[in-house]
């Protein structure tokens, strides 16, 4: 006769189950009241080594994402944005792999990037998490866009101009 032992499934917990002001409020509790580290921890329900790593100088306390940082600041991407949403209302939009080129020549006249190393579809996809009012739009025909009335009004405009002297 065979017996076994049932194991308890592992239930997933989520990843960051805190918020970044508890664990603001428990960094300044270690650090400004004198407060141990493991009693901040469970008094603010964070991580232990999260705000250890914060008190002993490994990560910046007012970081709170995690990864690189995005190759161009939030000014530069800010440009970027302007320069697309520009284009877009002359009616000329770029695809996704045109915007990365414009993107990779940018942060090389920056400096922050070399010309063999040009940004990918990937940067894309954080830019446009970064940037939500960006979004991609499937090229439509010019005849839905009213580009032809537009044409066609301006055509008539210059007909009679050049018709009547």
Known sequence: MCIFQITPL???????????TAL??????????????????????????????????????????????????????????????????YGYGYTRQETADIASEYATQLGKRSKDQPLTIRWMEGFFKRWPEMKVLKPRHWNML????????QLTVILIICIVP
């Open 146 to 153: 009213g580009l032809k009335q537009q044409m066609e009004r």
């Open 10 to 20: 592992h239930l997933k917990t989520k990843y960051r189950c805190y918020s970044p």
């Open 24 to 89: 603001h409020k428990a960094y300044t509790s270690v650090t400004e009241q004198g407060l141990p580290v493991q009693r901040a921890s469970r008094m603010y329900a964070v991580p232990e080594q999260t705000l250890r790593d914060r008190v002993n100088g490994k990560i910046n306390p007012e970081c709170v994402t995690t990864g690189r940082e995005p190759v161009l600041s939030m000014f530069d991407e800010a440009k970027l944005v302007d320069h697309l949403k520009t284009m877009a209302d």
